[in-house]
């Protein structure tokens, strides 16, 4: 027997891992449902679907798609297509299974496409993003060229981001860009200004800065370039208030970690507090613990904010104040202590000087004791 040459004529692609691993291990309706998804890839994974094609029970069809997904075959979360990109309206592709918005590098009106309806315009206000929970697996070779072969606006991506960066991308830079682009449905020009903005910073060589950056502004919306240029504007001036305040706290860092950015913003942009207010918060948390802890240093903040203590001298005022109270509560804590009941004490009489004279002592003995009368005789 052997293999008829004109079958060749429609394949598709399914990994090498699932014959070479999967085949003494799984059974065989699980092997059907992960060859109806391979040959089905562009296809949402719908249980009933498949049941229906395969003829698994459909129980049994999300038994097997819990076990791929432990292979690491499926990815897990929303969207779930069968595989890790989605494609994009304005290529006339096949949609995962939730719609996916894409703006457009001229008139940023976004597009959405739909299995049932195809491709149709929107409201040009601002959809709502979902928030995207799960980090996608970086895109293989030969996605990224599929991709670059069937549209020029990703093209165009790939080439100026080098010239942006001033260097050449591999393909792990790519399939970042290309995440960027088609999974968190940031546009072309927006990434391309993130490009140009690392450059400036000294972290062109650093795509993770730029991925990290990019999604964060997918959550956050920011998906234009006047956005962006404020973004960059407020990321400037957190880095001009970091220099000082690692003056202030004696922190050794060029830049601050995500996480520091966020306090400090939040110190800053909301709480609007200066450089002498940050350096009262830090002597005041040097107070109570040895180490720099921007929590507690939050906190201390925070408290201030709601107070309304907003300078140095209401600072003092405010603290005087926190002294004074809590040396009255102590006083009223001993108060309680003496007397736990509350009850007052009564009231004194005035007495008389006692009198040490001993002949009036002995005249009120004598007129104290009853004189007795002798009995008489019958």
Wanted: one cysteine or more; a neutral charge.
């Amino acid at each position: 027997m052997f293999i008829s040459p004109s079958s060749f004529s429609g394949v598709f692609v399914l990994p090498s891992a699932i014959a070479d691993g999967a085949l003494k291990t799984a059974s065989g309706s699980f092997l059907k449902v992960i060859i109806y998804i391979y040959r089905n890839c562009a296809e949402p994974v719908d249980a009933a679907r498949i049941s229906a094609s395969t003829g698994v029970p459909e129980g049994e069809v999300g038994d097997a798609l819990r076990y791929w997904a432990d292979k690491g075959f499926l990815t897990e979360g929303e969207p779930a297509p069968a595989y890790a990109l989605p494609q994009t309206a304005a290529e006339n592709t096949p949609a995962p299974t939730e719609k996916k918005a894409e703006t457009t590098a001229r008139s940023g009106a976004k597009k959405i496409e739909s299995n049932e309806t195809g491709a149709s315009d929107i409201s040009p206000e601002k959809e709502k993003k979902e928030h995207i929970t799960v980090r996608p697996k970086p895109l293989t070779y030969d996605v990224i060229c599929r991709r670059t072969d069937e549209s020029a606006e990703v093209r165009t991506l790939f080439s100026e981001a080098q010239m942006r960066l001033g260097r050449i991308i591999g393909s792990g830079d790519q399939s970042s860009l290309l995440l960027l682009h088609d999974y968190y449905g940031l546009p072309v020009e927006v990434i391309l200004a993130l490009c140009e903005y690392a450059r400036a910073s000294g972290k062109s060589g650093n795509m993770n800065y730029i991925y990290t950056v990019g999604v964060d502004w997918s959550k956050r919306e920011i998906d234009t370039l006047e956005e962006a240029d404020e973004e960059f504007k407020r990321i400037q001036e957190l880095d001009k208030n970091w220099a000082p305040f690692c003056e202030i706290t004696g922190i050794k860092r060029k830049k601050p970690t995500a996480k520091q950015s966020e306090y400090l913003a939040s110190w800053i942009d909301r709480y609007h507090f200066t450089t002498e207010m940050l350096a009262c918060a830090y002597e005041e948390m040097s107070r109570h613990t040895s180490a720099m802890s921007f929590p507690y240093m939050n906190k201390i903040l925070t408290v201030w904010y709601s107070a309304g203590v907003d300078t140095p001298e209401k600072v003092k005022a405010y603290e005087q104040e926190f002294i004074d109270k809590t040396a009255k509560k102590a006083a009223e804590r001993e108060a309680k202590k003496k007397n736990p009941y509350g009850i007052a004490a009564p009231a004194q009489t005035e007495q008389k000087p006692a009198s040490y004279d001993i002949e009036k002592a002995q005249q009120r003995a004598k007129a104290a004791v009853p004189t007795l009368k002798k009995k008489e005789k019958r």
